[in-house]
């Protein structure tokens, strides 16, 4: 019976290591509490960086997760693109069709929602 315990001691200390230890998603999450990627994998090239999040191959947790952070930091760049364009296309069509002395049209409404939605991510999503 000794020898049995012996043998699975180690098992047992692997089991109650992992389910002990923490990641970020353990407890509350918050978007900002990562560091940017590219701090992160400061010195690595692109390609090296793209392996690692694409095969996961030698990763450790932190590293998936700052390459789940890396994708996220992605969609926000894009989605501040495209929120550039649209606010220098509303702009451009309040200018166009404004009468000489009218306020613009629709770019403070869409501006006050863009300030709403930061707000409402900060608020909720900061910290989910």
Request: charged share 30%; proline share 3%; net charge negative.
């Amino acid at each position: 019976m000794k020898r049995s315990f012996l043998a699975l001691a180690p098992l047992l200390l692997a089991v109650a290591t992992v389910t002990s230890a923490k990641t970020r998603y353990s407890g509350e999450f918050n978007y900002r509490d990562f560091e940017s990627a590219a701090v992160y994998f400061h010195g690595q090239t692109r390609k090296e960086i793209d392996h690692l999040c694409n095969t996961a191959e030698h990763a450790s947790t932190e590293d998936l997760e700052e390459c789940e952070h890396r994708d996220f930091e992605r969609a926000v760049d894009a989605l501040n693109r495209k929120v550039r364009a649209l606010t220098a296309q509303i702009k451009k069509n309040d200018e166009q069709y404004a009468k000489p002395d009218d306020e613009p049209v629709a770019l403070p409404s869409f501006l006050k929602s863009q300030a709403a939605w930061v707000q409402y991510r900060d608020n909720y999503l900061g910290a989910v």
